[in-house]
């Protein structure tokens, strides 16, 4: 209000508007078709960030958070504000990977974080810990992952820590 109290003439303001270049429609479309090439240019050469990788980020903390429980990829969707198919597609672009190759991913891992953590866990007791209720299907599951057994993968972890 400062501007009022120092003399400011609205007037001045309204010529400053309408001294301002008047452009047509297809101008302003062809202006702002350019702007949007430039910015994709932008960012498919990396010199910034799209909001569709933090959408993945955003997801993929999400997803740590739940790990032993059940979660939904709608679920998901809604969490992060956005529509399942930009979901989807932020998480094919960024990791390459459908909501269901992620989800089981990262319960594998944190079966191997659990088993690094807790030197004498059983598969059954890991697997629950990391949502899965069976453990004979996470095993089946496990092995077409990683190529071999969960067992396996117990007895090495095993085996390194004598070793050291």
Known sequence: MKWLQNGF??????????EQPVFEKESLENMLNLFSMLCDFIVSKGYIRSR?????????RWMEKRISGPFL???LAKHLGYSQNTVLNALKKRLNMT?????????IEAFERIVLENPGVSVEDAAL???YNDASYFSRV???????TPSA????????????
């Open 153 to 164: 993968f117990i007895k090495s972890v095993g085996q390194g820590s004598e070793v050291r």
């Open 9 to 18: 003439n609205p007037e001045v303001l309204q010529n400053a508007f309408n």
């Open 99 to 107: 909501f269901r190759q992620l989800r089981v991913l990262k319960k």
């Open 142 to 148: 496990y092995k077409k992952v990683r190529s071999t």
């Open 73 to 75: 990829f709608p679920d």
């Open 129 to 131: 810990k990391a949502g």
């Open 52 to 60: 569709r990788l933090d959408i993945a980020s955003e997801a993929l």
